[in-house]
């Protein structure tokens, strides 16, 4: 239990505080390692392409300012045999970092090996999984321990806007205790294999960057090397997973035999947050939740929370009244503004159909056309998932909803760029649907504002590109 954990801030032991250089630094990913990182005593350095391009320059600065060297993406940042390259799998070999590290003969590790490293070196963790719904989730367990006055230590993939201060905006990193570690795990690259948690949360399972099977079997040894499961078991894959194992919490919305579940009838929806009454099935407590955040599949996330803090020995009494304080993340439903005409601006990290689906239903709940913007967030994915994703927005909008679309995520490389947005367009088309291919960004604002009308919900969607918060500013601004 976290309240028998003997917990110290000590550095990152086989590391040996070695200099770290982050190859990509400003990344959603490596960010929040790197301030980890830096948290723990290591040096650390980095490049981003982004940078050399001008992109979010407020939010180099500020790296700059709180101690971090930063170098053009021209190799000039590696500059010692001792140094730890710390570079994506899929960064190719011909970026200056990777080839002057080769030649120095420095170490390279991927950004989940070092996060596993330092995770694994907890006393206590916590890893969520799960295809979609894991930021969210680690916010509300990092804010449920914070409030039992824990220490954790917080790695996320978005700024946790309870933790963002004046002199910390980009808080998707909690520098806390080493011995209490909260991060979420990613399988898109089958990295969630390296962590062994004491709790392993996992959310659901469906189709992302892969195959179903594939994702069986790296769900399943997840939850294997977890000391305790905390598994949904309204998802069907999840909760096959799940009956596999003896030591489990379960939690879902749908299934009545949860450990943790809700009232049906008590379920009360607005547009900006929810209301439910929280059941603990085997001490039959029931617990009032105000969660100020709209949509069922918060609700889920809130159950996964309540259910992982339960596992760790907190009341649930507790963690309901803990979320009701909880402010959500950047980018995940995060309402910008509404016009003086009444159209409300909503910038969210919807990328796969299972998060894109949450998001839509959730702006179907209530009243109002919903004009939905969608980047896509690469070639490789858009050929992976664009079907489902056209499925997707088919589905969940109506006759007079239209989603606009515009060329996907580029940054450069060698990607095979084949696959456009072009098929997820016809698609959409041929299962019912309303969409529209405008290749360019700036020309998809200009389309957004010429058809927006008074009691509209514009909704802009997408992943690995941090000026898509600029983008919905702006499309707020030009409404106004």
Not at 34 to 59: F, M, Y
Not at 466 to 473: G, N, V
Request: glycine content about 10%; proline content about 4%.
């Amino acid at each position: 239990m976290v309240d028998g954990v003997e917990v110290e801030s000590v550095g990152s032991g086989s590391l040996a505080e070695r200099p770290l250089f982050f190859c990509g630094i400003g990344g959603s990913g490596m960010l929040p390692l790197a301030q980890i990182a830096h948290g723990r005593g290591h040096p650390v350095a980095g490049s981003d392409r982004s940078r050399d391009q001008g992109r979010t320059p407020e939010k180099f600065a500020w790296l700059e300012s709180q101690g971090f060297d930063l170098f053009p993406q021209d190799g000039s940042g590696i500059t010692s045999r001792d140094q730890i390259l710390i570079a994506s799998a899929a960064i190719e070999d011909t970026v200056p970092e990777v080839a002057r590290a080769k030649e120095l003969g420095c170490e390279r590790m991927s950004r989940a090996e070092l996060l596993s490293a330092l995770f694994n070196e907890a006393d206590y963790s916590i890893a969520v999984g799960g295809t979609s719904g894991k930021s969210t989730v680690t916010g509300m367990i990092a804010w449920i321990l914070h409030e039992g006055r824990h220490d954790p230590t917080v790695m996320n993939g978005a700024v946790m806007k309870n933790f963002a201060q004046a002199d910390n905006p980009f808080a998707s990193a909690r520098v806390g205790s080493s011995g209490l570690f909260v991060s979420e795990v990613d399988e898109s690259d089958g990295s969630i294999a390296l962590y062994r948690p004491t709790i392993g949360v996992l959310l659901n399972v469906s189709l992302d960057h892969k195959s179903i099977e594939e994702l069986r079997v790296l769900f399943g040894n997840f939850l294997k090397a977890s000391g305790r499961a905390v598994v949904n078991t309204d998802s069907e894959e999840a909760r096959f997973l799940a009956e596999k194992f003896a030591n489990r919490t379960s939690f879902g919305l749908r299934d009545a035999k949860a450990d943790i579940t809700v009232e049906p009838d008590s379920i009360d929806q607005s547009a900006f947050g929810i209301r439910a009454a929280i059941i603990d099935n085997r001490s039959r407590r029931v617990f009032p939740l105000i969660l100020p955040m709209p949509g069922l599949h918060n609700l889920s996330n809130a159950l996964a929370a309540i259910a992982a803090a339960d596992a760790a020995g907190i009341d649930v009494a507790k963690s309901t009244y803990a979320l009701r304080s909880f402010e959500g993340l950047a980018r995940r439903f995060d309402v910008v503004g509404t016009s003086e005409s009444g159209i409300t601006v909503i910038d969210d990290f919807g990328h796969n159909p299972e998060k894109c689906a949450a998001t839509l239903r959730t702006l179907k709940a209530t009243p109002g056309r919903v004009i939905a913007f969608f980047q896509p967030h690469g070639y490789g994915p858009l050929k992976q998932m664009g079907a489902e994703l056209a499925k997707t927005f088919a589905r969940e909008l109506d006759d007079e909803d239209v989603t606009i679309m515009c060329d996907p995520v580029y940054f450069g490389g060698t990607v095979d760029r084949s696959v456009g947005t072009e098929r997820i367009v016809e698609l959409i088309a041929a299962a019912g649907g309303k969409a529209e291919h405008v290749p360019a960004r700036e020309d998809c604002g200009t389309r957004i504002v010429d058809i927006a009308r008074a009691g509209d919900r514009v909704v802009i969607m997408g992943a690995r590109d941090d000026t898509l918060s600029d983008f919905a500013k702006d499309v707020l601004g030009r409404l106004s």
